[in-house]
């Protein structure tokens, strides 16, 4: 049974940092693409940032790009989201998924098969 448990959301003030975390467990994880998307209420989920089994391939939605960083440690299973000089418009849930979503696109919800049950980031202006 895969389980993807993400932690280290909470509320901050703007330009502040949060590092958050996401345990995987009952999967392959270095076979597995990981990705951080956002859900705000009442509006779609959305890409953050993307990053390949092996930690080569990295992506980012542009409206992170800067501020925001990716990255995965294979013998932990665990991936994390870095996101620095955060803004009111980072509030929102969330979410790290796994899947492979090879020869798809990797901003794609779909193309990911796991989810986790998603941790709250509230930045206050």
């Known amino acids: 049974q895969v389980q993807l448990v993400e932690s280290g959301g909470g509320l901050v003030q703007a330009g502040d940092s949060l590092r958050l975390s996401c345990a995987a467990s009952g999967l392959t994880f270095s076979a597995y693409t990981l990705a951080w998307f956002r859900q705000v209420p009442g509006k779609e989920r959305e890409f953050v940032a993307t990053?390949?089994?092996?930690?080569?391939?990295?992506y980012y939605a542009e409206s992170v790009k800067a501020r925001l960083t990716i990255s995965r440690d294979n013998a932990k299973n665990t991936v994390f989201l870095q996101m620095n000089s955060l803004k009111s418009e980072d509030t929102a849930v969330y979410y790290c998924?796994?899947?492979?979503?090879?020869?798809?696109?990797?901003?794609?919800?779909?193309?990911?098969?796991?989810w986790g049950q998603g941790t709250q980031v509230t930045v206050s202006s």
């Open positions: 990053i390949s089994g092996r930690g080569r391939g990295i």
């Open positions: 998924a796994a899947g492979t979503p090879l020869g798809a696109r990797m901003d794609l919800d779909s193309s990911y098969a796991y």
